[in-house]
């Protein structure tokens, strides 16, 4: 479990490491905090020619309210994101953040590493996704902004260029009136996700006004659908959870996209989906009617 | 750095005005200085920038506390704390700890000042051969040092489950760890053996010897000589059915023709038409930072021109070491509307580590791959030749890539031979 060897560049500055970068004509990658990258060099799957270490340049780790922006550079740690005060702006991604591997893990992985790798299991993704959260991609010619939706292209795959760094993400902070819910099943804590929600409903004087849901683990990337009329269809109903089951259910159908391995069939997926959807709508919109985000 | 709250502890913990690490450029054969700080002394040594900080420690620095399992971390064996959180050693590269505060096991206590940790493992018999214990007592430290008030016993074995026992069944463990909480609600005292001593590496300051069984190139895993049916319970199975629009009995003319049906497939190419429906192939497969590249066989295994129906398999490995086998069924069924729908069955095996990649993974990415070359079939029975697939940008069913790969390498060649031969044939 020894990586192959590798050119090792660690720039002082973001414009060096894109020179850096450029420079090895698409066999480098970027080493931030590494959690996902290294294990792929120690098994010997990848083997690219140049790292660029970014741990060096200053002011990337950087976490900061800019007005109704949380902006996380690309290597502040997710610890240090669980840890700041400030993320309590984005109450979804302290919910989500627990479930990121282990804590050992966490001290070093970046949440910037994380919505890079792009691993269709993991949950960093899918709260960008479900919050609309921009993510902003730096290359040889300038810094280009791109919207969740359009950020994650496949498993692993990404708008990211290879001559491109993600530099930062912005996560909206959360509004009046809006409510949270994430859940996971894993194997153990600390796997990736056989299926897993994250949801966020905006309500005002108890109408729904809006619905989202992002499902991750269940298909070649985070999925999210507008649960709007959903969830107001059934929204003054007793129990909210069962009320919304069949129509989560049918959402699974569309949602779940996954071929199944020898950890859950692809209908077993689709029935936890169901459930964990339904569970944490109903959650997210209670928190959205009593202001508990 | 506005962000992370200091540990109450001060061994170990970050300077908030530490300055960036310096700049380093090195080639791939060349060694890096690195100057960090164990356990209160601080080192410079030389290192590959392959060499995990593990390595480093236990070879350059003679600190063999720190134990190596997995070395892909996975186990939790080799957890040090750096900067004073609990981190894995083997997932950090030793020139990244340029700068850093590391404690390791030694440097939590002694033989005979034992830290209150480690004499609450002892007391609790929270060890049996004692191989996890050091990642235990540095990620049980971690947790105390942050703990914001008492532990939850709920939660306490999720917060533990970063390493890995195999003997205790770790309820001495999770004993240990909430007696230590209970005695110190004030935080756990700081690690007592921290302070400038001299370390010596067991390789005499040799930097490349941890590195030395490991060789820069593997040889090469022989790619398979001969097909074997696998066996057991594949790691994936893969069912996606697509409606083109062609009509069935062009789809049958593409998936008829192994050369056109092997250029569908993103990433794969036939080398060889081995006779008797045998191809020698190749497959690459491109995914993030997964690279890998597949030498294999492929044989049709059956093919029915009637019912539109076509058996493969295939087989294949790459220079590290992994090997992936399929069975794939294919069925083109014609449609009331005049077009297709094409059917893809497939029992992926793979072994190796990236059958540690496995998951759901591969099976999305095969599902993937299956679509695209769906609709590269279906231009093809359109247009009467194989459109430019390319290497297959996400695509790359690991396992069905392989193996389809395999077959389009051979394509070319079995073209000519096919066509003497009969559209109806079975083998098995």
């Keep these: 479990m020894k990586p192959a060897p590798f050119a090792y560049v660690r720039p002082a500055t973001l414009a060096d490491a894109i020179g850096e970068l450029a420079a ?8 931030a905090g590494g959690q996902s990258l290294v294990p792929v060099l120690a098994m010997r799957l990848g083997r690219p020619g140049t790292l660029v270490d970014i741990n060096g340049v200053a002011g990337l780790d950087t976490i900061e309210r800019r007005g109704p922006v949380l902006r996380v550079g690309a290597t502040a740690r997710q610890r240090s994101l669980e840890r700041s005060p400030k993320a309590a702006a984005v109450p979804l991604v302290g919910r989500a953040l627990p479930f990121v591997g282990h804590r050992e893990l966490r001290s070093r992985g970046t949440v910037c590493g994380s919505l890079a790798h792009a691993d269709p299991g993991a949950e960093l993704p899918a709260v960008a996704s479900c919050l609309g959260a921009a993510l902003e991609v730096r290359g040889p010619s300038g810094t280009r902004t791109v919207p969740a939706a359009d950020f994650f292209q496949g498993a692993m795959t990404t708008a990211i260029g290879p001559d491109e760094i993600l530099t930062a993400v912005e996560f909206p902070v959360a ?72 129509g989560t259910e049918e959402l699974a159908h569309d949602v779940v996209n996954t071929s199944g391995d020898q950890h859950g069939s692809q209908g077993y997926r689709r029935r936890l989906f169901a459930v964990l959807a339904a569970r944490e709508l109903a959650g997210a919109y209670r928190r959205s009617t009593e202001g508990r985000s | 750095m506005t962000t992370t709250t200091p540990p109450t502890g001060t061994t170990g913990s970050r300077p908030a005005d530490r300055p960036p690490q310096r700049p380093v450029r090195a080639a791939a054969d060349e060694l890096v200085d690195v100057s960090f700080t164990v356990n209160g002394t601080p080192v410079s040594i030389r290192v590959p920038a392959r060499m995990h900080l593990a390595d480093a420690l236990r070879t350059l620095l003679g600190l063999t506390g720190t134990h190596l399992g997995c070395e892909h971390g996975v186990c939790g ?114 690690p007592m053996n921290c302070a400038p001593r001299t370390l010596v590496g067991r390789g005499g300051g040799m930097s490349r010897s941890a590195l030395a069984e490991a060789p820069a190139e593997e040889v090469a895993e022989e790619a398979p000589t001969a097909l074997t049916r696998p066996t057991g319970t594949p790691t994936i199975t893969v069912t996606v059915t697509r409606q083109l629009t062609s009509p069935v009995e062009d789809v049958w003319a593409v998936m008829d023709d192994v050369d056109r049906l092997a250029r569908c497939l993103p990433g794969a190419e036939l080398t060889a038409d081995l006779g008797g429906d045998r191809y020698r192939g190749r497959a690459k497969v491109a995914l993030g930072p997964v690279r890998l590249a597949f030498e294999g066989l492929a044989q049709i295994t059956g093919r029915d021109a009637d019912d539109h129906r076509l058996a493969l398999l295939a087989q294949g490995a790459d220079a590290g070491g992994n090997r992936t086998a399929a069975e794939v069924g294919l069925r083109a069924v014609a449609l009331l509307d005049g077009g297709t729908e094409l059917r893809a069955d497939a029992a992926v095996f793979l072994s190796g580590r990236i059958a540690q990649f496995g998951r759901a993974l591969a099976g999305d990415v095969s599902q993937r791959l299956f679509e695209q070359f769906a609709d590269a079939v279906d231009e093809t029975a359109r247009t009467g030749t194989a459109p430019e697939v390319g290497s297959g940008p996400s695509a790359l069913a690991i396992g069905v890539q392989a193996v389809l790969a395999a077959v389009r390498r051979r394509a070319r060649a079995a073209r000519r031979a096919l066509k003497g031969r009969l559209a109806r044939r079975r083998k098995d």
């Design chain 1, 24 to 31: 090895t004509a698409g066999d480098g990658k970027v080493l």
């Design chain 2, 77 to 190: 064996m080799c957890t040090v704390l750096i900067d004073g959180d609990a981190a894995r050693s083997c997932l950090v590269f030793a020139v990244q700890a340029e700068g850093t505060d590391v404690v390791t096991v030694e440097g939590l206590g002694t033989r005979e000042r034992q830290h209150p940790l480690q004499q609450a493992f002892s007391h609790h018999h929270g060890l049996q051969c004692g191989f996890c214990t050091p990642g235990f007592l540095l990620s049980s430290y971690d947790l105390l040092v942050h703990a914001e008030g008492p532990l939850d016993p709920q939660t306490l074995p999720e917060e533990m489950s970063g390493v890995i026992c195999r003997c205790t069944g770790y309820r001495g463990i999770l004993a240990a760890v909430s007696d230590v909480a209970e005695a110190h609600p004030e935080g756990v005292p700081e």
């Design chain 1, 175 to 246: 509004g009046p009136g809006e409510g949270f819910g994430f859940a996971e099943l894993a194997r153990r804590h600390g796997d990736f996700a056989l299926a897993g929600v994250v949801t966020r409903v905006r309500s005002a004087d108890g109408a729904v006004a809006e619905a989202v849901i992002s499902g991750f683990g269940v298909s070649d990337r985070a999925v999210t659908r507008d649960v709007t009329d959903l969830l107001r269809s059934v929204a003054g109903r007793d129990d909210l959870e069962a009320a919304l089951r069949p």
